[in-house]
């Protein structure tokens, strides 16, 4: 009651007024097809009524078609190929299913139903005058009461209890598990290590790489290690690639002769966000990542010529055995793989 | 005289590699069984074939790839085309390159693309012996290193993923590279193809030799290749099975274009 009662002037017979002048500022009334012909209003509630049953038949197919189609059952399709027939019939009878209930919705009510304009007076959305006043009082009132500005020690330790109570949330983050350590540092490769080939794990002689050849390899323990642990974590640090070009072809390296006549060894994860990485270029010799498109140049130390790689790609320095196998001469010198927080510059 | 004869007989070549072809032989390879003297073009390996070859090769590819087959270096000045060395790249390159239309290029740009063959398989035999014999280099795949019947696709799968799928695509449909190139589409490529291509790395693409990759397990990884060619695609269309690129796009376009012409609809005045 109480907000009708602020409305300026606002009487039964002023209501019915202003109602009427916007009724008469509508443009005039069109009655559609099917309010004026019942043939076309027959027609429409027959199309509704099709679009709802059509919804219903849809239904009963999307169950003949789940027990009657076999899943691994290939049908060919115009413009689609060779495509699941399951998955093609489940699809398009659920979803015929579900858009004929709406569109017929929509059709119904636009067709058939009640079309009517409907007047309705809004009024300011603001408080009367008399109610603002009141409520700063109110306030004022219940502030002064309180005492909030008379007792400053009341006030600056509830704000300081306020101000500190979040903190618990912060250091609970702290709990989500420990620090990575060494983690992020060490890999399977150490001195001696042998070089296999992935996925086919055989060592490799140097003579197996021919210039502009490239292999995917890892650490000769990594199957045994990912088998033990029963991740992938090991396989996600220990990935490299070798490559080969003429030895005169390498501008420069990350060590003192760290290839082996001329077979490069880098770790296979991006320095980026560690995307595996191995689209080599061969006459270029750059390495391009597929996920940012991070591009290392690997006849010059791995170095970043393109992308949003922020470091090179670390370098595994490499020799033979003597049976003539490719070995690590040494683990990587620095952390593979991208960026975290305890890195450091090194 | 001596030249005349041999471009009529490399002629009759041509119409008897052209009929084989038709007949639906997959390779021209000349037999003697079936083909009456005078042969087109001489025996698999005969001085008679590499001397065929010889020809084609200076008539076709000398301009670029020089006399003997040494390479031009690109040169304004001169009018250097620029090919490469051929010495020591191998019948296989020679195959690859030319039955997949690379070469003869028809324009020099970032990469020469797949484009229906120009030479005869009987003609591109007789350009790969000559070049087989300016040094030694990959050789093509036998008969049987190529027999896909009782390979394991499963490691095909597992080799084609770790070595193959960052420039080709999880699907083989290719992707790209930098400065305009790229790894092409696997879709047309026969098994041959794709052997030879893996021994000699065409363009940017690495050598993956027979000590790398074993010839069994390049068996293995092409009839995973040829299972992909074959697979239903599962999921309905498959916008050219590049993943989230054409799918979003098709999202962004027919899928909202649809939506809207909805709301459109619900929104329309009715007459």
């Not at chain 1, 290392?296 to 949003?308: E, K, R, T």
């Not at chain 2, 019948?91 to 324009?107: I, K, N």
């Not at chain 2, 008969?143 to 896909?148: N, P, S």
């Not at chain 2, 699907?171 to 291509?197: C, K, R, V």
Request: hydrophobic share 40%; charged share 20%.
């Amino acid at each position: 009651m109480s907000t009708h009662d602020n409305l300026p002037a606002t009487t039964a017979g002023d209501e019915a007024a202003a109602i009427e002048a916007a009724a008469a500022a509508l443009p005039a009334h069109k009655p559609r097809r099917t309010d004026v012909d019942p043939k076309a209003a027959r027609r429409a509630e027959r199309q509704v009524s099709l679009m709802f049953l059509g919804s219903a038949v849809m239904t009963v197919l999307f169950v003949v078609a789940f027990v009657a189609i076999p899943v691994d059952e290939s049908v060919y399709i115009w413009g689609f190929g060779t495509v699941n027939a399951s998955n093609i019939a489940l699809g398009v009878t659920f979803g015929l299913a579900i858009f004929l209930i709406g569109a017929g919705a929509i059709h119904w009510s636009k067709k058939l139903m009640n079309e009517k304009e409907e007047i309705q007076l809004r009024h300011s959305l603001a408080s009367t005058d008399e109610d603002r006043e009141a409520a700063v009082e109110a306030f004022d009132d219940y502030s002064a009461d309180s005492g909030f500005a008379q007792r400053p020690i009341i006030r600056r330790s509830l704000l300081t209890a306020m101000a500190l109570f979040p903190i618990p949330l912060i250091v609970m983050l702290r709990d989500l598990g420990p620090l990575p350590e060494e983690i992020l540092r060490e890999t399977l490769w150490k001195p001696g290590s042998r070089i296999i080939t992935d996925p086919t794990g055989r060592p490799v002689r140097p003579s197996d790489l021919a210039i502009g050849g490239l292999i995917s390899a890892m650490p000769a323990d990594l199957p045994l290690v990912q088998e033990e642990e029963g991740n992938l974590n090991a396989r996600a640090k220990a990935a490299i690639i070798l490559v080969r070009m003429e030895p005169q072809e390498i501008v420069s390296q990350q060590g003192d002769n760290w290839d082996y006549g001329g077979i490069l060894a880098f770790s296979k994860i991006c320095t980026h966000v560690g995307c595996p990485i191995a689209l080599y270029e061969q006459r270029t010799h750059h390495l391009l990542c597929p996920c940012h498109q991070s591009t290392f140049d690997l006849a010059d130390s791995g170095n970043v010529v393109f992308g949003p790689a922020a470091r090179r790609l670390p370098q595994l320095p490499i020799t033979i055995d003597p049976e003539g196998f490719l070995v690590a001469t040494d683990g990587f010198a620095e952390p593979v793989g991208p960026s975290f927080w305890e890195r450091g510059d090194a | 005289m001596k030249k005349r004869s041999r471009r009529r007989s490399f002629g009759a070549g041509i119409l008897m590699g052209g009929a084989l072809l038709l007949a639906g032989s997959g390779y021209a390879v000349v037999n003697a069984e079936t083909t009456p003297s005078p042969e087109p073009i001489a025996a698999e390996g005969s001085v008679e074939q590499i001397q065929v070859g010889r020809q084609l090769f200076l008539e076709g590819c000398s301009s670029c790839h020089g006399l003997e087959g040494q390479g031009i270096e690109a040169d304004n000045a001169t009018g250097g085309n620029g090919g490469p060395s051929l010495i020591g790249v191998g019948e296989a390159a020679v195959d690859f390159q030319v039955s997949t239309g690379r070469m003869p290029l028809a324009v020099p740009e970032a990469q020469a693309a797949r484009k229906p063959p120009t030479y005869s398989q009987a003609e591109i035999d007789a350009m790969a012996a000559y070049i087989a014999t300016l040094g030694p280099g990959p050789a093509n795949p036998t008969e049987e290193e190529l027999d896909l019947e009782d390979a394991n696709i499963a490691e095909g799968g597992e080799i084609f993923r770790t070595n193959c799928t960052q420039c080709h695509n999880f699907a083989g449909s290719g992707g790209a590279l930098t400065n305009g190139q790229y790894a092409p589409s696997l879709m047309d490529a026969t098994p041959e193809q794709i052997w030879q291509a893996l021994v000699t790395g065409p363009q940017q693409m690495p050598v993956f030799s027979n000590e790398t990759i074993t010839p069994e397990e390049k068996k293995n990884l092409i009839a995973y290749i040829e299972s992909l060619k074959v697979e239903p695609n599962n999921g309905g269309l498959a916008l050219g099975r590049l993943g989230p690129v054409t799918e979003g796009l098709f999202l962004w376009t027919a899928g909202l274009l649809s939506l809207i012409a909805v709301a459109i609809w619900i929104g329309a005045k009715v007459r």
